[in-house]
């Protein structure tokens, strides 16, 4: 997604404010306020114009992130909150778009993060500019060499735990397209003192630590080192860790970063030999010792370390030897050779120590040089980075700090005269007239030290080389001669009288006003440290040595190439390659950071307004901002001061159709902005007073306010308006359904009313038509029925005369005939069953039938008795028409009857066949006996009863004994002529015999039997069957039987209940026989 344009500015959200220039009213304290004010708020950047003060946090701020990168990138200065970003994204793109050399000069005092800043804008640099495998490699190296260069430049000191003790340019170099290249780096002046003494509190290089902390053992034991600190003499023990820093990691660090930069591992190790070496020979130590001639001479105390030293370095131990103990001078063919005393031994020895290491360090410098630098002979942008020590005043200052504020002048100078320029340039660019601005100028500070004639560095010089005594007071001497009377130099013995009675001023001192404050030199040292001797025995014992780093950093050893000049003086050496410098910066469009730091603790939020008072005086920053606001305090382009501004006047808002300018004038007429306050240059508009630049920002910020309100006015009203179409569209929509779900249920209350009306009137209606065709119908069929009748009548009244006589009688035939048909049809689905016993028998259907339906009724009562009675076999007839014969007999004849007919007739109760009592009995019979029972035999004189056996054979009836079986009686059925009984329920009954046979002697028989019907029957149908005639049975209540002689009435009478049920016989008289039936 493309990032949203955004106009913003530095004015926006201003802390305090974030351009200097702007501040009114200018003074020491609103300037300082301001700082603070910031700083406090974090925002450690603020501008003048286009310098950057940069307050060092002492704490990391997550102002550095890749988002921040990003947010700086191609943004114009003046749009965002001050940052270094911005200004090195500036020099970045005015070197690549515009094709302009730039150069970064990062300036401040020991640890006012000057070191942090140049990493800064290299790491910028390194993330905005091209990408690709070349480029990253070359990006990398040029950041990697920071690391080697800092361990073995940069050291622990009382103001910085990482301070830098040489002075560094970087020259970074850029192709056409703006990807980095290569580099060239320049280094000045390292602090070489410090390899031998270090002040209190204050640490070597860092390269010493870090090799005895983090080499291996194996390493260790090859250099011939101890992991201890204290066995060098070198090393200061009193703050030999620093908080916060890993010496063993940084090793690791460094060593990785000599890889990525180039170094071969056998140079890796040359130069950690070298810094072996400078440590083993501070251990070195020397005794005096008496020669015969008087003078003192020196030994070396104990070889051993002497030996390890030659052996790493592969010099001649005796060569070595020697070079400590003899100086050597040769003048004109003429060697003349010295003893070396104790002092001068040491002094011998330290001077080495210092000159390896500090020509190790030079060496290194060119080495990584030869690495980085461009590969392509093409032309190159470069932009500079200078860091530079600061202006440094101490209480003891000596040469190095001389050397030091002057580089610091050089810079002011510089600086001065670049920012004039430019601010020139810029005047005459737009077409402004220039304005003389008032502001200190320190060429004549610069002029007092470099001065060729009569500056202090050439008066150094020429002491250093005047034959003859030559002490630091006699420098001072002269220089009392020569600089007395220049207004910014000082000293008790210089010929201003003003200064004489100046007791803080000691004698060996003198002092100079610099621009940046006032500083007093110590004399003791100058002339030394500006010969920085090293004995000619010594760097020709160097020259010899077997290692090949050693002997190439000493090449004026060589005797081949002697050379009887002096060597330059360290301070003319300065001179050149500062004078180079300011040239090199000169044809450069410069760029300015001035570091500041807040407080001496090296801790965070800690604000020292006096520390920083001093620095901004020193600085000359205040000046910085009066050159500055000298014409005009505020210029902006035409275009960002039109955008910024248009809301503040009519015309111009909401927008301009000319061109810019014409917009800003017509603005700053509206507005009334007094004529003198502003001018118009080609491209931008200059405004003299901050004053009027804050009344621009008032305005617009209370215009903004209004617009603002004017914007949530209207958004407010579009809102609500919004809201209220919402709401109305959705009232709508809601009313609508419902209007259509009520319209839809009145709809269909009306249809479904509709359909019932309708319903009824269809159904009223076809029931009307229903109605008629029924009477229409029934109308024609009354008709028909008529016109029928009517026809018949005719027809009959036509017909009548030819079947008038027999058509009655046809059809009463006729009719009578479907009747009798119909009856019988009927008849035969109602018949009844087949059970002769079934009364069943349908109704008479008509009255003319009964003797029909009564003669059908017999007539199937018989045929139905036929069909039963044809089921029988021979057997059951034979029964059949015994129960038929005792029917005939007896039926509504003897009340016994009756409940005999359910008893089946037997006939041979008394099984005689079985029973051998009886055999006799049934031997004595040969035919076929038809009853066999026991009867009781009434006695005829007495009327009581006898049991005897009643056999009826075909002809005979017989009486035989019921117990022995022997027969008493036998009659032949021709005898018997009656049988009697009465109408009772009784079973007596009276065997009549003929009269006169043999039988009969004895009288008639009078038996009881409870089987009295079948007995009679079968005596009937034996005797019917036997003799042809039927047998007289007389049915009466009383009837006469002959006993012997007598004719007794045997006379039935209801007797009473005496006996029970059993009827009881009794005799009466001769005459009478009574039996009482119960
Ligand atoms: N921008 C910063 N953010 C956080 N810490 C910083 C910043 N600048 C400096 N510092 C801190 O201050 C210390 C000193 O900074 P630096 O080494 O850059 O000082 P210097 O000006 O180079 O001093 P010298 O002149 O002694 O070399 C750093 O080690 C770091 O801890
Ligand atoms: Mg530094």
Redo the contacts with the bound molecule.
């Keep these: 997604m493309a990032k949203m344009e955004v106009k913003t500015s530095l004015l926006d959200n201003m802390i305090g404010v974030g351009d200097m220039v702007l501040l009114e009213p200018l003074n020491e304290e609103t300037f300082i306020n301001n700082l603070k004010k910031r700083f406090d708020h974090n925002e450690?950047y603020t501008y003048i114009g286009s310098v950057v003060i940069?307050v060092?946090?002492?704490?990391?701020?997550p102002i550095y992130s890749p988002e921040k990168v990003e947010d700086y990138r191609n943004r114009n200065f003046y749009e965002l909150s001050p940052h270094i970003f911005a200004l090195s994204d500036e020099a970045y793109r005015s070197l690549r778009d515009q094709d302009k050399d730039q150069c970064i000069l990062i300036t401040?005092?020991?640890?006012?993060?000057?070191?942090?800043?140049s990493k800064?804008v290299m790491s910028y640099v390194a993330a905005v500019c091209g990408k690709g495998a070349e480029v990253n490699q070359v990006k990398e190296q040029l950041l990697q060499s920071n690391p080697v260069l800092e361990a073995f430049g940069?050291a622990k000191?009382v103001?910085?735990?990482?301070?830098?003790r040489f002075g560094k340019y970087m020259d970074i170099e850029f192709d056409f397209k703006g990807d980095p290249l290569g580099g060239v780096i320049s280094n000045y002046l390292l602090e070489k003192s410090r390899v031998v003494k270090q002040p209190r509190g204050e640490r070597n290089f860092h390269v010493f630590y870090q090799l005895l902390s983090g080499a291996s053992e194996e390493l260790l034991n090859k250099l011939t080192l101890e992991r201890d600190f204290s066995r060098y003499n070198y090393l200061s023990l009193d703050s030999a860790k620093v908080n916060g820093v890993d010496d063993a990691a940084n090793f690791r660090t460094v060593r990785n970063a000599m890889q990525i930069v180039g170094f071969m591992d056998h140079e890796a190790e040359s130069v950690l030999e070298v810094v072996a070496a400078v440590l083993k020979l501070g251990n070195i130590e020397f005794k005096p010792e008496s020669r015969v001639n008087g003078l003192d001479e020196s030994k070396i105390k104990d070889k051993n370390e002497l030996k390890e030293i030659c052996e790493l370095t592969g010099i001649d131990q005796s060569v070595l030897e020697r070079a400590f103990s003899f100086r050597t001078v040769e003048a004109k063919q003429e060697k003349v050779s010295t003893t070396l005393n104790v002092a001068q031994a040491y002094y011998a020895r330290d001077a080495l120590a210092k000159n390896l290491y500090s020509r190790l360090f030079s060496w290194l410098v060119n080495r990584i040089n030869e690495s980085i630098k461009a590969q392509t002979k093409v032309r190159k942008k470069v932009m500079g980075v200078l860091?530079i020590?600061?202006f440094e005043i101490f209480e003891d200052n000596s040469f190095e700090q001389f050397i030091i504020n002057y580089c610091n002048e050089k810079l002011q100078q510089i600086f001065i005269e670049l920012t004039l320029k430019e601010e020139q340039e810029e005047y005459v660019r737009e077409g402004i007239e220039w304005t003389h601005i008032d502001y200190f100028n320190n060429a004549i500070i610069c002029d007092l030290i470099e001065n060729n004639t009569n500056g202090i560095l050439a008066m150094l010089d020429e002491e250093c080389l005047r034959p003859g005594t030559v002490t630091d007071e006699t420098f001072l001497e002269k220089l009392n001669q020569v600089c007395a009377t220049h207004q910014h130099f000082e000293s008790r013995m210089s010929k201003s009288s003003r200064f004489l009675n100046d007791t803080s001023l000691p004698h060996s001192c003198f002092r100079i006003q610099h621009y940046a404050g006032k500083v007093l030199y110590q004399v003791e040292g100058f002339v030394d440290k500006n010969n920085d001797l090293l004995y000619r025995d010594l760097s020709q014992a160097m020259w010899k040595a077997g290692h090949t780093l050693i002997k190439s950093l000493f090449p004026e050893g060589n005797p081949a190439k002697i050379n009887l000049k002096r060597p330059p003086t360290a301070g003319s050496q300065f001179k050149a390659s500062v004078a180079t410098l300011m040239k090199n910066l000169q044809t450069k469009n410069p760029n300015y950071i001035r570091?500041i730091k807040p407080n001496d603790k090296?801790a965070a939020h800690i604000f020292s307004e006096a520390l920083v008072c001093h620095q901004i005086r020193y600085l000359g920053l205040l000046e910085n901002v009066r050159v500055r606001r000298a014409g005009y305090a505020f210029r902006q382009a035409y275009e960002p001061c039109l955008e910024r501004y248009k809301m503040l006047c009519k015309q111009t808002w909401p927008h301009w159709k000319g061109p810019a300018r014409a917009g800003v004038e017509v603005l700053f007429n509206e507005l009334e902005i007094p004529v003198e306050e502003y001018s118009f240059g080609r491209s931008k508009i200059f405004i003299r007073n901050p004053r009027t630049l804050f009344k621009l920002e008032d305005l617009r910020k209370q215009r903004l306010e209004d617009l603002a309100t004017l914007i949530q006015k209207i958004y407010r009203g579009w809102k609500c308006r919004t809201h209220f179409l919402l709401m109305r569209k959705s009232q709508i929509v809601i009313a609508a359904w419902y209007r259509r779900y009520a319209q839809q249920k009145r709809y269909q209350q009306i249809k479904s009313s509709a359909l019932v009306i309708q319903s009824y009137i269809r159904g009223w209606k076809a029931r009307k038509i229903l109605r008629e065709l029924k009477h229409q119908k029934r109308c024609e069929e009354a008709a028909t029925t008529i016109a029928a009748y009517w026809h018949g009548t005719q027809v009959r009244r036509e017909y009548r005369k030819f079947f008038r006589a027999n058509a009655g009688k046809k059809i009463y035939e006729f009719t009578l005939q479907r009747i009798v048909q119909k009856y019988f049809l009927e008849m035969k689905n109602k018949m009844p069953s087949l059970s002769p016993i079934d009364k069943n028998w349908p109704p008479r259907p008509y009255l003319f039938l009964d003797s029909t339906h009564k003669e059908l009724k017999r007539i199937f009562h018989l045929w139905r008795c036929k069909k039963y009675r044809d089921q029988f076999t021979d057997q059951q007839k034979l029964i059949y028409e015994e129960k038929l014969e005792a029917s005939e007999l007896f039926k509504d004849k003897k009340a016994l009857y009756p409940s005999s007919v359910g008893q089946p007739f037997q006939g041979a109760y008394l099984e005689i066949n079985k029973n051998p009592k009886y055999k006799k009995l049934k031997d004595a019979i040969e035919e076929k006996i038809i009853i066999a029972e026991v009867v009781n035999k009434i006695n005829r004189a007495n009327g009581k009863s006898t049991s005897r056996i009643f056999l009826l054979t075909n002809n005979n009836l017989l009486l035989a004994d019921q117990k022995s079986g022997q027969i008493k009686s036998e009659v032949p059925l021709v005898d018997v002529t009656k049988v009697s009984m009465s109408s009772q329920n009784d079973g007596f009954f009276a065997v009549h015999l003929k009269e006169g046979s043999e039988a009969a002697s004895k009288g008639d028989f009078l038996f009881s039997s409870d089987h009295l019907i079948e007995m009679a029957t079968k005596l009937y149908r034996t005797t019917l069957s036997q003799t042809k005639q039927k047998l007289n049975i007389e049915i009466s209540d009383e009837f006469l039987v002959q006993f012997r002689q007598d004719k007794v009435c045997v006379k039935f009478i209801q007797g009473n209940q005496k006996n029970g049920s059993v009827p009881t016989c009794k005799r009466k008289n001769n005459r009478l026989l009574e039996v009482a039936v119960p």
């Design positions: 450690i940069s060092n946090p002492y704490r990391s701020l401040g005092e020991s640890g006012a993060g000057k070191t942090e800043a800064l940069n000191t103001r910085n735990d990482n301070s830098s860091d020590y600061g570091c090296k």
